[in-house]
């Protein structure tokens, strides 16, 4: 038998409730035989009592690069620079050049060197054929210059796609052995900001969930006992619209609709949040619960009756499938790959985006109609096995990176 193909893994933070994803793929192609080596840039984002039993796991599989210590970091640009000086000079300008002279991008792009040097090196001395990353792309690139290795990126968008030349799509769409996107949508982009003779590089993998975590336990064609729950799940950012749903929980109050929302995640827009939450009364219907692992995730999903998620941008959401797999019927917009995920009307409802009274009217819908929920929540967890399963679209990946290890 070969020995396992070794895969790098570069992660910006990890372990870290925003992107559990990422932590169930590396767990998936570890079980697919592969040797998987994770690097993260930052230590996790929660010390070890909130975190669950697989994440102190993974946590202690992890080498971090901002836990090596000052002396440790600054001793290891030395042994690089003095290994390899001309590579390192040549990276590092690399790296100014790609500033453009900004001197707040000259500050970053220095940070993401001197990251690239501590993970490369980890990297190198593990021996890796190749290294994989989903949100550390600039570090990726330097990293590849300097330690002469090869590289993969997932794509997820939004954000790549509104700045691609600040982003510097075509220069890593050109480096890389493979850009994986998670949707057809992402694969457009990718290809649009980038030079053709690049795009057989370009494959669609999507991400998937683990439906053996992800049970169904009640049948919600049955009317809702007391309020009916709706349940948001994500950043607490421009782009995720929380706001909106704060107000579709007032017109459906409103409207004489009994609803309750939980609200579970944190970002800059909790305390305008809080605000708005006040100045509609709203104290005793909405909660915002916070940044929650995964298992108290999972709780929430249990208990709610309609998943809404108001998304003014996104790629292609892991909480949708998550609520699909759950049976719970969901209200989305129509945006970028979503609609890949959720056929209106079908396994799901998609509405315009920007559009209160959209998102009240399908959640009405949904409240009357609970034979509709039923049939939406049932198809929503059949879309998930056929198209969104963990284990089969991380074999596709596995597949695909060791394609280009080997290659």
């Given at each position: 038998?070969n020995p396992?193909?070794?895969i790098?893994y570069l992660?910006?933070?990890y372990?870290?409730?925003?992107?559990t994803f990422?932590?169930?793929e590396?767990?998936?192609?570890?079980s697919?035989g592969?040797?998987i080596?994770v690097?993260s840039?930052r230590?996790?984002?929660?010390?070890?009592?909130?975190?669950?039993d697989?994440?102190?796991e993974e946590?202690?599989k992890t080498?971090?690069?901002?836990?090596?210590?000052l002396?440790?970091i600054?001793?290891?640009q030395?042994?690089v620079?003095?290994?390899?000086?001309v590579?390192?000079l040549k990276?590092?300008?690399?790296?100014?050049?790609l500033?453009k002279?900004t001197?707040?991008l000259?500050?970053?792009?220095?940070?993401?060197f001197?990251?690239?040097?501590?993970?490369g090196h980890?990297?190198?001395?593990?021996?890796v054929?190749?290294?994989?990353?989903?949100?550390?792309s600039t570090?990726?690139?330097?990293?590849s210059r300097?330690?002469d290795?090869?590289y993969?990126?997932t794509i997820?968008?939004p954000d790549?796609f509104?700045?691609?030349?600040?982003f510097h799509m075509?220069?890593k769409v050109?480096?890389?052995s493979?850009?994986?996107t998670?949707s057809?949508?992402g694969?457009?982009?990718?290809?649009r900001?980038?030079?053709?003779?690049h795009?057989?590089?370009?494959?669609?993998i999507?991400?998937?969930?683990d439906p053996e975590?992800?049970v169904p336990?009640?049948d919600r064609?049955?009317?809702?006992?007391?309020?009916?729950?709706?349940l948001?799940?994500?950043r607490?950012?421009a782009?995720k619209?929380p706001?909106?749903?704060?107000?579709?929980?007032a017109?459906l109050?409103?409207?004489g609709?009994?609803v309750?929302?939980?609200?579970v995640?944190?970002g800059?827009l909790?305390?305008s949040?809080?605000?708005?939450i006040?100045?509609?009364?709203l104290?005793?219907?909405?909660t915002?619960a916070?940044?929650?692992n995964f298992?108290?995730?999972?709780?929430h999903?249990?208990r709610?009756?309609?998943?809404?998620?108001?998304?003014?941008a996104e790629?292609v959401p892991v909480?949708l499938?998550e609520?699909m797999?759950m049976?719970v019927p969901?209200?989305?917009t129509?945006i970028t790959?979503?609609?890949?995920?959720i056929t209106?009307?079908?396994?799901?409802l998609?509405?315009?985006?920007?559009s209160v009274d959209?998102?009240?009217?399908?959640?009405?819908?949904l409240?009357?109609?609970?034979?509709?929920a039923?049939r939406?929540?049932?198809a929503?967890?059949?879309?998930?096995l056929?198209?969104y399963?963990?284990?089969?679209?991380s074999?596709?990946?596995g597949q695909?990176?060791?394609?280009?290890?080997?290659?």
């Amino acid at each position: 038998m070969n020995p396992p193909t070794a895969i790098g893994y570069l992660v910006s933070q990890y372990p870290t409730v925003n992107h559990t994803f990422v932590l169930r793929e590396i767990r998936s192609l570890r079980s697919e035989g592969m040797d998987i080596t994770v690097v993260s840039i930052r230590p996790p984002d929660r010390d070890r009592s909130g975190m669950t039993d697989v994440e102190l796991e993974e946590q202690s599989k992890t080498q971090y690069v901002l836990g090596a210590g000052l002396l440790r970091i600054l001793g290891l640009q030395l042994r690089v620079f003095g290994g390899r000086p001309v590579r390192y000079l040549k990276t590092l300008w690399l790296a100014w050049a790609l500033s453009k002279g900004t001197p707040r991008l000259l500050f970053m792009n220095t940070v993401y060197f001197v990251e690239a040097v501590v993970a490369g090196h980890l990297f190198h001395r593990q021996g890796v054929a190749l290294v994989h990353t989903h949100f550390s792309s600039t570090v990726l690139l330097l990293l590849s210059r300097l330690f002469d290795l090869r590289y993969s990126m997932t794509i997820h968008g939004p954000d790549e796609f509104n700045d691609v030349i600040g982003f510097h799509m075509a220069r890593k769409v050109a480096g890389s052995s493979l850009v994986a996107t998670i949707s057809q949508f992402g694969a457009s982009q990718v290809m649009r900001a980038s030079d053709p003779e690049h795009w057989p590089k370009v494959k669609a993998i999507q991400l998937g969930v683990d439906p053996e975590l992800l049970v169904p336990e009640r049948d919600r064609s049955r009317a809702a006992t007391g309020s009916v729950r709706l349940l948001f799940v994500g950043r607490l950012a421009a782009a995720k619209a929380p706001h909106l749903l704060v107000q579709s929980v007032a017109d459906l109050r409103a409207r004489g609709k009994d609803v309750t929302l939980t609200v579970v995640g944190d970002g800059p827009l909790r305390p305008s949040l809080e605000r708005m939450i006040g100045a509609l009364g709203l104290q005793d219907h909405v909660t915002l619960a916070g940044a929650c692992n995964f298992d108290t995730v999972l709780d929430h999903y249990r208990r709610t009756d309609i998943f809404v998620l108001p998304s003014f941008a996104e790629g292609v959401p892991v909480v949708l499938m998550e609520a699909m797999a759950m049976e719970v019927p969901c209200v989305a917009t129509w945006i970028t790959g979503i609609p890949e995920l959720i056929t209106d009307q079908v396994d799901g409802l998609l509405v315009p985006p920007a559009s209160v009274d959209a998102i009240v009217d399908a959640v009405c819908r949904l409240i009357d109609d609970r034979d509709l929920a039923g049939r939406i929540g049932r198809a929503g967890r059949d879309k998930v096995l056929a198209r969104y399963h963990l284990e089969h679209n991380s074999a596709r990946l596995g597949q695909a990176l060791r394609a280009v290890a080997t290659g």
